[in-house]
Structure formats: structure tokens, C-alpha cells
């Protein structure tokens, strides 16, 4: 292929770099540079303040509070919905159980559904008075169950953490089955003549057949573990007392709220450097990269 | 082998999980703001269709429903285009710098949006595209590259080359190649890439928000339902703005539901074997 | 090296071209440029106090919140009849910070912003980087139609100081807004409650209200800060204006002072003795107020905007009105009467704006009787103007709040360190009063939290600090 490859590179490339460099990149890269200075994002006036919004992240403690909460989300959230999809996915594509092409249709609805709308409907599914759900824990007798949800700290977390799962199972439940439906049918039929329940078909025969689809999956959601915010800040702005608070809200906070964008820009910059490591490290063991780059 | 009522027992609930919140958002359009606050998961007492009437025109939807669509078709296929292109360069050739290229476009995805967003109003406003809908058009594919970029790059890594060595074989130049042979092939992933992008863009917010804020005659439909959001905040016309959702919901759903076995059977040609 | 290592290499080597490639550029990007346009201005003479430029455009970006944007069309409309020649921009947004920001930036801000909503800039960083335009010549300049007095003269008392920073007006908060304890006065007449003037009286009616089967209390659960406004309240009007202005200027101690101490034991009764509405907590203001109009709660606090919030559920005859809070014991510094009042809906002149005088006299066509009156009839609701709301039917709870101002009298009061340090408020306290009303700390560690958050604005050096002596 060496014949026309640079003229080919070049028609190809330049344009999406240029358009890429210069509404992407270059605003980003003055994200990082602001992040030294002490702007507030009014004026032409600023400081250069070297490391001092980094170290001044280091010792607060409400950073810390949401870095710990985005911790949890990054295992907590690939983890319950990858084993949701594949179950979901299992069913319908390996097991092929009935109605499975509505099912596919309805799991993905959330997807089209803007944030906005998820924060509203789930506000009123978690009011404590007349919610959905504690209505239902109710009718089934099950009082005890029923909380104050997004108003109490010991809960709320998990009431987000719940919404986040919901709103992306469908876009894995897809993404599964369509790698489900590359394996061979034989593997399957081999495996119910010997009697294996559906578990260990999933667990022996799918799942390490996925592998690969399930790190890119772990990945896309591991990023929005980290910035996927909107959630949070349209149903509780990080309350009660903080417990629902993460890196992407603190941003929020400080450059809307509080104008400081150096500070603002500083927590992006760390938020980058976490999510690239987090990726990398995921990239690397999946081997991705030895594939793509051999 | 024997049924455990368990496996079916789950995928009907988790359907109803989903599909309720659907057909919660479409009946509470009909309902009036008293019905709304006072009985949230009651029936309407009647079907009005006025809230639709009211969202429409009143809350200019109809206009921010045009907007929305001018500028996703032009910068859908912009993003397809420009992702494709480069996909395949990064995907099936060799050259200096190329790993820092696919780098660049990577990380993209990794870097809050709204960070940039004051940065950004200035680059937008120094190329002389702020408050305009090609300006928009521009951002929304610029930004939709990463993921673009990095869906196809491994997306084209999976097409047989056998194909295209016999097309070279043929005569074909790199670019009868691309546009001829590999095109083609890719439409499933493709297809799947621009639905993922159609949704992402569909509901893009905080962008427009920036770009875009001088006349209401340029709002976008999601700039626009948020705008009728916070005034619901303030002055209460619910109704309105459920049905403004509902009309902002049903087309992407629509779409989506046609597209839907392509959908999936783009993603399974991506998938590495 | 190890193809490992090349990876770690290319990956870090790739953040940093990001990071520095592009430096070079940053001249004339997002902090760059500043070429503020030439001031537009004008001969001043009697009929044009504040020296108008007659032609020059002017541009007044409207907040479209609550209020809509009607009422700005008919200022407009009113500062054309005076300056035929000029031309007015309108636009409204809703937005304010995301859309105004980069224009303050560009040095090219519009020339009035009615800086409000929950998107609005910070005013207090707004003034700490000098972005205002000082508005002494326009509080200083004749009314536009009420003869010999000067434009302040036509205020209500205490309208201009919380747009005031160390002695300069920078913002008019232009809306007037009552803070208090809301009730429905057909509920309360229907059972023959009579509204509690003191302490004590309060928690025995609570007892009677819930012995009839209705909660006494709901509150906004998911933004608990609406409650820390009767404490401090109940604080204020046992220990005096002192107690206001100790928290406004973040002096030491002065969340846990001896007043605070007592209205924060009190107010933790209600929690105690489970007076609130079970679930409260977890209601958001919508929902809070919505339970609190169908009848579930008999008291909820709020600022006089909850008439116009709450108009598409509130039964009809349900008569809301005002009342200030309970007095703690015949030993309170102020009467029963005081209520907080204060100026709300701020709009300001940018320092840059062009025609920064146009900016002005747009504010003083607002301040005049007639566009007052005219705001007052749209939007229902009161203005700093003072009886511009005489002779307007209201409904009840505007009728109250004007009632209780005029009792009130010269015994109001109000705090401002939400405007001075917006995150004190609206992240810290409310946290507190979060943890405090639903029942999972009591009144000591209350304080102690709030006092936490006030010590840690004082300590922080990236906010510049305010202080207030009236």
C-alpha cells in the first residue's frame, strides 16, 4: 500500500484533525493552562498561580468526599450492569425467550429519554409520599423498606447509583447480544445436551467468549463513572449532606456557582488525568492495544 | 431440562421498569398542572390535546424541533464523513505519529465537556460562527469524533482484507478503495456509530446553550425543553412541558426502533474476533 | 526500554502536547481580549438627569424565570416614549452565567442584566472583579415621576443594602420579597386556630394540629436552607440585628451565639416531638409545597414567591398568608411583628456596557411609580418602590405580605451573607439544616456544622470578604 498513501493520509486525516484540533483540542489545552492561574472567568484579569489550586484540592476534604463517591461508582457501575446485560442479554439472544424483539426495543428506552427527564420521572418515583416506589414496597407490605430516599444520606447514594444502572443496562443489553449472536449455535446446543443450566452457559461458554466486549463495556462505563454528573446535579446536587456528591458536581459548583475557573479548570484536569489512567490501565488489559496497534 | 420461572420473571420486570417511565412521560402530557402535582401517577381526566397545541406553538417547539434537525443532518453526516475518513486512515495504515493521532482523538472522551465551554465560546466566536447554526453544526462534530474515531477504528480493523487486496489487485486507487469497497462494507457499524450519534446529539444541552444564546429563533430542542423546564420551575406550566417532551422523545425512539436490527447487527460486525 | 513503558511514554507525551502545543495561541483566546467598545454618553440636564446619550442602543438581557419577560417589554416601551431614538435590544434567557459570562469576558457585556435564576453569575465575585458599574449617580438622580425626591428617597427602607459591598450599590434588587411562615387562613379558621404569637403557644397549637390528624410541618427536604431561614429568624428577633450582622461578616462564634443556641433548641422541638410531615426529607420544593396546599402540613416556610409558585394547585378559597415567626419569650430584642423582608430579582449595570448611562436610566424608567406599578400588576409581585402596590388588588398572600410589612415597620430585618458568599448557604448551611430537620443531629452540632462552614469562606483567601456595619 505504499504507492498514494500520503495523499490518501492527508485527504483522510487533515480535515478531522484540523476541525477536531481546533474546537477540541484547543480549548482544552486552555482548560489546562487556566488551571494555573486564579481566573474568574469575568474579566481578562488573572494570576498565574502555579500548583497552588492542585495543592489547595489535596487538602479539601469535600474533593475528597466526591473523589470516594466516584471510586465507588467506578467499580459499582460497570459491575451491576455488565452482569445485569449479560443476564438480559443471555436471555434473549442465547435463550432466545419470548417477545425478545420487543424486549430489546423496550430495554433500550432509556437511552432516547434526555437527563432531564430521567431526574424529573425518578424524583417522583422516589417521593416518599406518593413515589412509585415506596407505594409499591407498601401495597406489598413491606413498610419497613420504604425511606425518605433522596433525603437521606445513608440512602440516596444508592437511589442514584440505581438510576445510573437503569438508564444504561439497554445500550449493554445491545451490545452483548450483538456479540452473543457471533458465537456459534453449536457451542449452545453442545452445552443443553449436557444439561448445564443457563448460569453456567453464561458463566463457562458466553462470558469468556464477551471478554473482549465486556472490557470496552467496563470502559465506556468507567468514564462515565467519573464525569457523568448530570444525574446527580439535576436530582440532588450532591445532597443530602453531601453523600451524593461527586468530582463532576464540585466542578460544576466551582465554575458556576463560585466563578472561580481556575480552581474549576484544575479539577477537570485531575478528572482527565484519572479517567485516562483508568483507561489505559483497562486498554492494557484487555490488549486492545496489541491488537489494534501490532 | 427444567423452566425456572425466575429468568422470565425478570426480563418482565425490568420491561416494566423501562417502558413505564415511557408511558408515564407520554400520559402525563395529557394531564393538566393540577393533575400533575396533586396525583402524579394518576390518569388524565381527559385527553388534551391542547398541552401539544400549547407546546408547539406557545412554547415554540415546532421551531426548535426544525432547528434541531437542520443542524443534525447536516452534522451527522459531517461526523460520519470526517470519523470514517480518519477511522480508516488510523485503522489501515501505517505512518509516523500515528498512535499519538489516535491518542488525541481518544482522549477526547475522557475530558468533561463543560470545561470547555467558555475557551470554546471564544474559539467559536473568533472563527465568526458564534450564534449561528453552522457554528453549532461544526462543534457538534468536532466533539462527536472520539467516539466516532474510536468505535470505527476497530470497527475497520475487523473487515477482511482479502477484499481489498484483490480491489488493489484490480486497479483500484486508495480512494475508489475507500469510498467503493470499504464503505460499503462498514455500513453496519456505520449505521449503529450514527444512531449512537443521532441520541448524543439529539439531546446535546449544555453546547448550545453556550453557542447559541442570542434569539430563541436558533435554540435547539433540547436547549429549548430546558429553557421551558426551569420556567416550570417558576411558573408552572407542567403540562406543557411534558408534552414538550413527549414531541422531543417519540421521533429518537421512532428512529431507533426502525434502526434497531441494524443497529445490532453493526455492532456484531464490530466485534473482535 | 519495554513496549510498556513506549505506551506510558506516547500517553503522557500526548496530554502534554495537548497541554502546551496550543499555548502560544492563547493571546486573544478565552482570557485574552478585553477591547471594551467607547462609552456612549450625553449632555445631562433636567428632563436627562444621568446624561443620556438620545440615540445610543441599548441592549437589557431579561432573566426568564418566574417572572417571565412581559413586564421588561413594557419598561422598554416606557424608556422609548422618552428617548424616541433609540433603539432597544431585548433578549431573555435563562442561562444567565453560561450566556453572559464570555461577554464580560470580550469586555462587551449587555447594559442591563436582570442577573438572576439559579444560573445566575456570582454577584459577589461579579463585584469583586469590578465588573459593576457603581449606581450612586442613578439612587442619587430625580425620580422620574415623583417630583422632588430623588430616586432612593422612593424607596422602601432597606431596599438598596443588600445590593450594597463595602459601602457602594452595585446591584438593585428591584423585586421586594417577604420571609415567613405560611399557613392557610381558611384551614386555620375553619378549625378555629389562631396563628401563634409565641413559643410556647406555637408548640401547643402543633400539638393540637396533629392531634386533628394533620402534620403541623412540612419543608422543602432536598433543599433544607428554606428552614434555616426561621431559625435565624427566631435568632435575630431574640438577640437583636447584631446576631444578622455577626453571621453577614463571618465573625467568630457567630452561628453558635447565645440567640442562635436558643432558637436552635427550639426549633429542634418540632423535630423531636415529630411534628413534621413523615417523608419531608426526601420531598423537593414542588412536591413539599404541593402536600402543604392538598392539607397534609399546616405550616411551611418560604419567601412570598410560593403564591405565584404554587398557583396551579392551590384550592380554590385556601387563602394562603404570611405570618413572621414566634416570638421565644417576652425577653425577645424585637417584637412579634418583625418580619424579614428583603429585596430580591437583582439587575445590574455592567462597568463595560456601552451605554452604561442608558443602562442607568432604563433602571430609573423601572423605579419610577408607573413602571413599578406596572410590574406589580403583571407579575404579582412587590417592588422596592414604595406604595407602588397601593390601590392593586393582590391576592391574599401578597395582601398579607403587605400587611405585614406595614406592621412590621421599621422593626424588619434581613441577613446577606447569602449574597456575599452564595456557597455558605447554599451548600453548607443547607447541608446542616438537612442533617438537623431530619432528626439525624441536634441543635449543638447544628451550629457547630454551620459555624464550620462559615469559618471555612473565612479562611478561604479565594473569596474576598465583605463587611457591613448597618
Not at chain 1, 91 to 108: C, D, E, P, Q, T
Not at chain 1, 142 to 170: Q, R, Y
Not at chain 1, 240 to 245: A, I, K, M, Q, R
Not at chain 2, 39 to 63: M, Q, T
Request: hydrophobic content about 45%; proline content about 5%; overall charge neutral.
Amino acid at each position: 500500500m505504499k504507492h498514494g498513501k500520503y495523499p490518501l493520509l492527508a485527504a483522510f486525516l487533515l480535515p478531522a484533525l484540523g476541525l477536531y484540533g481546533y474546537f477540541v483540542i484547543s480549548p482544552y489545552a486552555q482548560a489546562f493552562v487556566i488551571s494555573a492561574t486564579d481566573w474568574h472567568g469575568l474579566s481578562n484579569e488573572f494570576n498565574w498561580v502555579g500548583l497552588d489550586n492542585f495543592k489547595r484540592l489535596l487538602s479539601d476534604e469535600y474533593m475528597r468526599n466526591a473523589l470516594w463517591h466516584n471510586a465507588l461508582l467506578l467499580i459499582l457501575l460497570p459491575v451491576i450492569t455488565i452482569v445485569l446485560a449479560l443476564f438480559f442479554s443471555s436471555m434473549l439472544n442465547v435463550h432466545r425467550a419470548k417477545g425478545a424483539g420487543l424486549y430489546k426495543i423496550i430495554y433500550f428506552a432509556p437511552q432516547v429519554l434526555s437527563v432531564a427527564v430521567i431526574g424529573v420521572l425518578w424524583k417522583e418515583i422516589y417521593n416518599p409520599r406518593s413515589g412509585l416506589l415506596n407505594g409499591t414496597l407498601r401495597a406489598l407490605g413491606l413498610d419497613g423498606l420504604a425511606k425518605t430516599w433522596l433525603g437521606d444520606p445513608a440512602v440516596a447514594f444508592w437511589a442514584i447509583l440505581a438510576v445510573m444502572v437503569w438508564a444504561n443496562v439497554g445500550f449493554y443489553v445491545v451490545l452483548f447480544g450483538a456479540a452473543m449472536q457471533s458465537i456459534p449455535k453449536e457451542l449452545y446446543e453442545a452445552a443443553e445436551l449436557d444439561g448445564s443450566s443457563r448460569w453456567a452457559t453464561l458463566w463457562r461458554i458466553t462470558l469468556p467468549l464477551l471478554w473482549d466486549t465486556v472490557q470496552v463495556a467496563w470502559v465506556y462505563l468507567a468514564i462515565l463513572a467519573l464525569d457523568g454528573f448530570a444525574l446527580v446535579q439535576i436530582m440532588t446536587r450532591g445532597g443530602p449532606n453531601f453523600s451524593t456528591d461527586v468530582v463532576g458536581q464540585r466542578m460544576y459548583d466551582v465554575a458556576f456557582s463560585e466563578n472561580k475557573f481556575g480552581m474549576a479548570s484544575a479539577i477537570g484536569v485531575v478528572l482527565f488525568f484519572l479517567t485516562l489512567t483508568i483507561t489505559v490501565a483497562a486498554l492494557r488489559i484487555t490488549r486492545r492495544e496489541r491488537i489494534e496497534f501490532s | 431440562m427444567k423452566r425456572n420461572p425466575f429468568p422470565q420473571a425478570m426480563l418482565v420486570i425490568w420491561g416494566v421498569m423501562t417502558a413505564l417511565p415511557l408511558l408515564w412521560v407520554v400520559v402525563t402530557s395529557f394531564k393538566d398542572d393540577a393533575e400533575i402535582l396533586n396525583d402524579p401517577w394518576g390518569l388524565p381526566g381527559e385527553l388534551r390535546w391542547s398541552n401539544f397545541a400549547r407546546a408547539w406553538s406557545h412554547g415554540n417547539i415546532g421551531k426548535y424541533f426544525l432547528n434541531s434537525v437542520t443542524v443534525l443532518s447536516v452534522s451527522i453526516t459531517l461526523t460520519m464523513l470526517l470519523g470514517a475518513t480518519a477511522a480508516y486512515a488510523l485503522a489501515r495504515y501505517d505512518f509516523p505519529g500515528k498512535r499519538f493521532v489516535y491518542f488525541l482523538f481518544v482522549g477526547g472522551m475522557m475530558f468533561p465537556a463543560f470545561l470547555a465551554l467558555v475557551p470554546l465560546f471564544f474559539v467559536v466566536k473568533n472563527a465568526g460562527l458564534l450564534n449561528t447554526l453552522p457554528g453549532l453544526m461544526l462543534v457538534y462534530t468536532a466533539y462527536s469524533l472520539p467516539f466516532t474515531v474510536f468505535f470505527l477504528v476497530a470497527f475497520f480493523r475487523t473487515l477482511p482484507t482479502q477484499v481489498a487486496e484483490a480491489a488493489m489487485i484490480d486497479g483500484c486507487g486508495p480512494f475508489a478503495m475507500f469510498f467503493k469497497v470499504m464503505l460499503p462494507m462498514a455500513k453496519p457499524g456505520l449505521i449503529s456509530v450514527a444512531i449512537f450519534n443521532l441520541l448524543g446529539q439529539w439531546n446535546q444541552y449544555l453546547l448550545p446553550v453556550v453557542l447559541v444564546s442570542d434569539s430563541e429563533d436558533k435554540y435547539v430542542l433540547a436547549q429549548g425543553l430546558a429553557a421551558l423546564a426551569v420556567n416550570e420551575g417558576y411558573r408552572g406550566d407542567y403540562s406543557r412541558l411534558f408534552a414538550g417532551l413527549t414531541l422531543a422523545m417519540l421521533p429518537v425512539l421512532i428512529v431507533y426502533a426502525v434502526f434497531q436490527r441494524q443497529v445490532q447487527s453493526g455492532l456484531t460486525a464490530g466485534q473482535l474476533k | 526500554m519495554t513496549a510498556q513503558e513506549i505506551r506510558r511514554r506516547t500517553v503522557l507525551g500526548t496530554a502534554a502536547a495537548a497541554t502546551l502545543a496550543p499555548a502560544g495561541l492563547l493571546a486573544g483566546c478565552a482570557m485574552g481580549s478585553d477591547d471594551g467598545k467607547p462609552k456612549e454618553e450625553g449632555q445631562a440636564n433636567a428632563k436627562n438627569p444621568l446624561g443620556v446619550k438620545e440615540d445610543a442602543a441599548l441592549e437589557i438581557v431579561i432573566f426568564n424565570g418566574g417572572f417571565g419577560e412581559e413586564y421588561a417589554k413594557s419598561h422598554e416601551v416606557m424608556y422609548k416614549e422618552n428617548f424616541p431614538k433609540a433603539e432597544i435590544k431585548h433578549s431573555a434567557v435563562t442561562e444567565i452565567s453560561k450566556t453572559m459570562q464570555p461577554r464580560f469576558i470580550d469586555g462587551n457585556p449587555p447594559d442591563v442584566i436582570n442577573n438572576s435564576g439559579a444560573g445566575q453569575i456570582d454577584p459577589g465575585t461579579l463585584v469583586s472583579q469590578n465588573q459593576l458599574a457603581d449606581l450612586a449617580d442613578l439612587l442619587n438622580a430625580p425620580s422620574l415621576d415623583q417630583p422632588g425626591k430623588t430616586v432612593r428617597q422612593t424607596l422602601l427602607p432597606g431596599a438598596v443594602e443588600t445590593g450594597t459591598f463595602d459601602g457602594k450599590t452595585f446591584i438593585l434588587n428591584y423585586a421586594y420579597t417577604v420571609y415567613g411562615i405560611w399557613y392557610s387562613s381558611k384551614l386555620f379558621t375553619d378549625k378555629g386556630w389562631q396563628y401563634p404569637k409565641t413559643w410556647d403557644e406555637h408548640i401547643a397549637l402543633c400539638k393540637t394540629i396533629k392531634a386533628a390528624g394533620i402534620a403541623p410541618w412540612t419543608y422543602q427536604g432536598l433543599h433544607p436552607r428554606y428552614m434555616s431561614w426561621p431559625v435565624i429568624s427566631t435568632a435575630i428577633k431574640f438577640g437583636g440585628q447584631q446576631v444578622a450582622m455577626n453571621i453577614d461578616n463571618l465573625e467568630p462564634n457567630a452561628w453558635t451565639s447565645d440567640a442562635m443556641k436558643q432558637a436552635a433548641s427550639a426549633w429542634h422541638q418540632i423535630v423531636k416531638d415529630g411534628y413534621i410531615l413523615p417523608g419531608s426529607p426526601g420531598l423537593d420544593h414542588k412536591q413539599s409545597q404541593t402536600e402543604w396546599c392538598n392539607g397534609k402540613a399546616a405550616f411551611i416556610s418560604c419567601g412570598s414567591w410560593l403564591e405565584n409558585e404554587q398557583k396551579a394547585v392551590t384550592p380554590a378559597g385556601f387563602n394562603m398568608v404570611v405570618a413572621p415567626t414566634p416570638s421565644l419569650g417576652s425577653g425577645d430584642k424585637l417584637p412579634f411583628a418583625a418580619i424579614r423582608g428583603t429585596a430580591g430579582e437583582p439587575f445590574v449595570v455592567p462597568a463595560k456596557a456601552a451605554n452604561e448611562r442608558g443602562g442607568k436610566e432604563y433602571l430609573r424608567t423601572m423605579l419610577s411609580l408607573k413602571g413599578a406599578k406596572d410590574f406589580t400588576g403583571k407579575v404579582s409581585s412587590l417592588t422596592i418602590v414604595a406604595g407602588a402596590a397601593d390601590g392593586i388588588s393582590l391576592g391574599s398572600g401578597l395582601d398579607s405580605c403587605v400587611k405585614a410589612l406595614k406592621d412590621s415597620g421599621d422593626k424588619g430585618f434581613n441577613w446577606i451573607y447569602p449574597v456575599y458568599y452564595r456557597k455558605l448557604e447554599r451548600n453548607l448551611v443547607d447541608a446542616a439544616c438537612g442533617e438537623f430537620f431530619s432528626g439525624r443531629i441536634g441543635p449543638d452540632e447544628f451550629l457547630t456544622k454551620c459555624q464550620k462552614g462559615a469559618d471555612e469562606i473565612a479562611a478561604d483567601t479565594t473569596f474576598k470578604k465583605y463587611k457591613r456595619s448597618a
